[in-house]
């Protein structure tokens, strides 16, 4: 074999910056990934917090093939029975009733873009013209492209680009009165949207706010006809224990943007619902990406919905939550680095920090140094954070995942973090 086909020079060519040789991954199975060297990977993260039902299911290449036999690319404004099959799904059986309406992209940075467009389109069509801000919240992340990034403040993600986004401002994430009086500044008759997730993912690693926070916010958007947009990328398909993570306030949302766990991460698939409110006074289509909702990605994503339910999954996810949840706190929740372990469902965040009592911080380099030692253990953990946040990892493992499977993950970490600690004084 020539050097430059030996695994190791493939990977690193195929990282576009050389920041290292990246794992390469040549199958999956149940909750594991597995190495071109043969080691087996613990998903503790179900890769970027996607995968929801396990890797290598028969069911999901069946519904794939079925698909690709025949008409395999469809303009996305024509129907076809796949789409129609999952649409129906979601509206009928896992969407907050009210959003009954919905279109269908490749991803999430994608649905955060059309949500903006559709807002902007609506308020427009109601001859609001004045109504064109869309606010974000100050801990928060929406996705890669520049409208995404605008409306959101992960400032170590958004920092190369900051003039090319548009200036939107931030909302607080903790207490509605305070996110309130922003608005208020900003003049909410100027305001089309708020857009926030239920839970805050990446940036946050599994922040929840105030227990009013959502309910404030709901009707005040609703007294100054501003649409509240949740980003459920994330939190979406049952992630927090519940089918949507706004469940847990009871809240109904104008708009919903859904993507990751849709597809299992069997497929890049991602939606956007609305209200018929929201849709009622619309006139003109919404654009739409060459890509969205391609039939192969349908069927995946309704048979990914059809395996959770009818495994009882979500329930599982919540079960397995709790009890990822007291295993963490156990072991770590007196941990002089560990300032807080927090989550719901399946999507459980441990905020890290250089010194419990000054709150100085490592700036990120705890928490890849912890990833990193992770690996060396087989097991994966999600690095998030943002300079809010600084320190943080966060567990998003598949439904499927087992008691012994948690266990691996406690242990790695708690090891993973003295040996990352060691390495970094
Ligand atoms: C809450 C949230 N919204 C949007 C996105 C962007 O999704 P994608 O990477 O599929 O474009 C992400 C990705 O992590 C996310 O966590």
């Known amino acids: 074999m020539d050097a430059s086909s030996t695994p190791t020079a493939r990977a690193d060519s195929y990282s576009f910056v050389p920041l290292g040789t990246p794992p390469t991954v040549v199958g999956g199975e149940g909750n594991h990934l597995i190495l071109a060297d043969g080691r087996r990977i613990l998903d503790g993260a179900g890769g970027a917090i996607v995968n929801n039902i396990g890797y290598g299911r028969p069911e999901i290449a069946a519904a794939a093939s079925s698909v690709l036999t025949g008409a395999a690319y469809v303009l996305p404004t024509w129907a076809t029975d796949a789409r129609l099959s999952l649409i129906e799904r979601l509206t009928d059986r896992w969407l907050p009733s009210g959003l009954t309406r919905g279109i269908l992209v490749a991803g999430g940075s994608e649905s955060v873009d059309s949500a903006m467009r559709i807002a902007r389109q609506h308020h427009i069509a109601k001859g609001n013209q004045d109504k064109w801000k869309i606010l974000g919240r100050q801990i928060s992340y929406h996705g890669a492209t520049l409208a995404s990034l605008a409306v959101a403040n992960h400032d170590r993600r958004r920092e190369p680009f900051g003039q090319l986004l548009l200036d939107m401002a931030k909302i607080d994430v903790f207490e509605a009165d305070a996110a309130i009086k922003t608005i208020e500044a900003e003049d909410p008759s100027t305001v089309a949207a708020i857009i926030g997730e239920p839970v805050i993912g990446a940036s946050g690693a599994a922040i929840s706010p105030a227990d009013d926070y959502w309910t404030k916010l709901r009707q005040y958007c609703s007294e100054n006809d501003i649409l509240l947009i949740v980003d459920e990328v994330m939190t979406g398909v049952g992630r927090t224990g519940v089918k949507f993570g706004i469940e847990h306030w009871g809240v109904a949302p104008d708009i919903l943007v859904g993507s990751k766990g849709l597809g299992g991460g069997y497929a890049p698939i991602g939606g956007v619902f609305a209200t018929e409110a929201v849709v009622a006074p619309m006139t003109d289509r919404v654009m739409y990406f060459t890509f ?126 003295d040996s990352a600690l060691n390495r970094m004084v």
């Open 292 to 417: 969205s909702g391609s039939d192969v990605t349908c069927a995946i994503a309704d048979t990914v919905l059809q395996i959770l339910e009818d495994e009882k999954l979500v329930d599982r996810c919540s079960e397995m939550g709790a009890m990822l949840m007291s295993k963490l706190k156990s072991r770590l929740g007196n941990h002089p680095h560990v300032v807080d372990i927090r989550g719901k469902g399946l999507l459980i965040g441990i905020e890290l920090t250089k010194d419990r009592d000054t709150g100085a911080s490592f700036n990120g380099m705890l928490t890849n140094a912890v990833v990193e030692e992770a690996m060396t253990h087989d097991t994966w953990i999600y690095p998030a954070g943002c300079s809010a946040v600084p320190d943080a990892l966060l567990y998003g493992p598949s439904f499927t995942v087992t008691e012994a499977e948690l266990e691996q993950l406690v242990d790695v970490t708690a090891a993973s973090l």
